[in-house]
């Protein structure tokens, strides 16, 4: 296998699909040298049939707003690959959304899926719907509507939806209603992120936050450092950036930034419980504006319209909003205010030249966002299991089981990233654990 000409034929077929030959490249880059140590992939075409998903729905959503007007919409399911488990990943509601987005974020799914230890395949879903500025009743009917299409596609042990951006507890419900009234289904397990009173983990909605810091705190261990008393500068204040500053405050670290489209805000003294709680509110108005964070809090958090949290001194930069919102500029800031770790927490938060900045500093510590967040979706698995078994586990069981799976995805890290010169490199380690084991799968079961 050669990544240049893998590369050039799938741009060729996928013509401006940026983010996907993006999350396709970054992959094909770190596992080239070991999938080209086994002829057997190379025969049975591991790579070629990897790269493309299992299939991909397309339906148009129509819905009625406020106002009375029609509004359509276009609604995705991208089924990836199915080889480990059943397809598993969110639904993403974003003005932005197109198959490129969701193809790119369906096979970075998979190979997370394949980090946490748990029998779950990749998929992806979602809408150009955008949910800023949008009521209740609107987000209702266009979720009722979204999945008078989608239940086809679904089920609980085919493929199992959860949230993403612009999706989460509410959305899942409203989702979830429907399902349930058109399939005449009643268990509990076709949606993961559910209400605690209808199927719900305790625990998911703080999963892939809690997730994210734990890997962050084994990060920081093996380089012989404690994450007591660092700064951290976080991006976004969606349900991640939520989960991570709660946890990062718990394990004693001080939250300075938290950001959103419209700039950052600046926190000096540490993010407080208050602030962590707003986030919430802030996030069901869907106003998208983390400027109410200032208003809310004035001279507590100091807002600066159109500067992104990487303008503000930290030790630890931990992006949780989007894919490519550090950027290589962003690095060099980073790094110049005294930045020596990055864990991505969003799917590809980083753009390639960020990534290469990074690694190429000695000592930086740099985690890429599949090991990095796999805790959402850990915890996903970890509500089938429960809905499957019909109980719920308590608080202490879901935290201990998240935990110990982060520490197993840092462990296939360092086994399968450890350099020559014993650095760890987390790209290579996350790509070729999460690889060997959906690659090893594909061939069990033949040509399919
Ligand atoms: O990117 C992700 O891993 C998620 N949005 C969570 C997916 C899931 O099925 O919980």
Redesign the pocket.
Known sequence: MKVETIMQQLAAKHPGEAEYLQAVEEVLNSIEEVYNQHPEFEKAKIIERMVEPDRIFTFRVTWVDDKGEVQTNLGYRVQFNSAIGPY???L?FHKAVTPSMLKF?GF??TF?NALTTLPMGGG?GGSDFDPVGKSDAEIMRFCQAFMLELWRCIGPDQD?????VGVGGREIGFLNGMYQKLSRQYHTGVL??KGMTWGGSIL?PEA?GFGALYFTHHVLETAGKDIKGKTVALSGFGNVAWGAAIKAKELGAKVVAISGPDGVCAIPDGITDEMIDYMLVMRASNRNKVQDMADKFPGKAIFTAGKKAWSVKCDIALPCAFQNELSEEDARELVANGTWCCCEVS?MGCQPGAIHFFQSQPGFLFAPGKAV??G??A??GLEMTQNAEHISWDAKEVDERLHAIMRSIHEQCVKFGTQADGTIDYVKGANIAGFMKVATAMMEQGLI
């Open positions: 598993k990943g969110g993403r974020l970075e799914q997370k992806k199992i939806p959860a949230g993403d993961t992120g998911r892939t799917n967040n796999a959402g979706v915890t996903s």
